[in-house]
């Protein structure tokens, strides 16, 4: 399908055997390498280990979320509103102000990129597909939206098994209302949507900033709690208290929009990921050799 060479430039880090530090401090990480287990650890650990347990059955095909809204990946819905063209990307999931780069090599693909640009669209949606415990193939109804900056051509370079190499930017949310074609692999045939757009600044005046913006109030407070509970029990991986005033909770896309905060989270999650699985490993190893020494 695609290769994603996405480039984390919302979080340009400075990495040390100790300190991940965020450039912008927005927000900084510590990593303190800890042998002694804690309580914190302890709890992060657990937390953690289900959490890929919810990802090893998502990354399996099935959704526990029950609050991610799908709808079936069949031809049906609304017919009227803005044919869109539609890329699935399985698990992945950009956000407003990303700048992802795929690399496109299938037919479809290839076949879907040459109308963006012939049309001058160059825009699509990319929704999260999941698998019912049934085997029905689902897709999230609200996608993010990816506009084409750049098209490269490698077919050359690359004895055609890539054929474009493009930068996007993620411009916004779409709403999908129904599905006009689904995609075949092996042919040029690409999935075709109906959506609405969803989240605009439109939406934003008709709700008003004053409405808005009071409901991240609680967050800045959860989020403050947990950043005091990491530093309390002296986790190994842990936001700075600096990084509480500046949270990111505004409206739009910009870097102090709450876009932000998740890319943040999202980051966090992959540290303390990358954590566990190097615990798991090295937990492996010590059992692989203690077996090796009775035997």
């Known amino acids: 399908m695609t290769h994603d060479t996405t480039h984390d430039t919302t979080h340009d880090t400075l990495i040390s055997r100790c300190v991940i530090r965020k450039s912008s401090e927005l927000s900084v990480l510590n990593i303190h390498n800890s042998l002694s287990t804690r309580w914190w650890g302890v709890k992060s650990r657990l937390f953690i280990l289900l959490l890929f347990f919810n990802c090893f059955l998502l990354s399996s095909g099935y959704s526990i979320n029950s609050r991610i809204e799908t709808m079936p990946m069949e031809i049906g819905g609304s017919s009227e509103g803005q044919k869109t063209a ?11 102000g990303e700048s992802p780069t795929l690399s496109i090599f299938e037919p479809r693909y290839r076949a879907m990129y040459n109308h963006i640009l012939l049309t001058g669209t160059r825009r699509f949606v990319v929704p999260r597909t999941f698998q019912s415990s049934s085997g029905r193939q689902l897709m999230s109804r609200y996608a993010p939206v990816l506009y084409l900056d750049d098209l490269k051509d490698v077919s050359g370079s690359t004895g055609d098994a890539v ?122 190893q010590v059992k692989i050799l203690e077996y090796l020494k009775e035997g």
């Open 163 to 284: 054929k474009y190499v493009c930068s996007h930017s993620c411009i916004g949310v779409a709403r999908i209302d129904g599905v006009t074609r689904l995609s075949s692999a092996g042919s040029d045939t690409w999935m075709e949507v109906v959506t609405a757009p969803f989240g605009s600044d439109d939406d934003v005046e008709r709700m008003g900033r004053s409405a808005i913006l009071p409901a991240t109030r609680g967050l800045r407070e959860a989020y403050a709690k947990l950043v005091d509970s990491q530093h309390e029990g002296d986790a190994d991986i842990r936001f700075t208290k600096d990084s509480v005033p500046t949270l990111a909770l505004d409206t739009g896309e910009g870097r102090e929009s709450i876009w932000e905060t998740v890319r943040l989270w999202a980051r966090f999650r992959r540290q303390k990921g990358g954590q566990v699985e190097r615990d798991i490993q090295e937990g492996l």
């Open 86 to 96: 539609c890329f699935p990307l399985g698990s992945t999931v950009y956000t407003p």
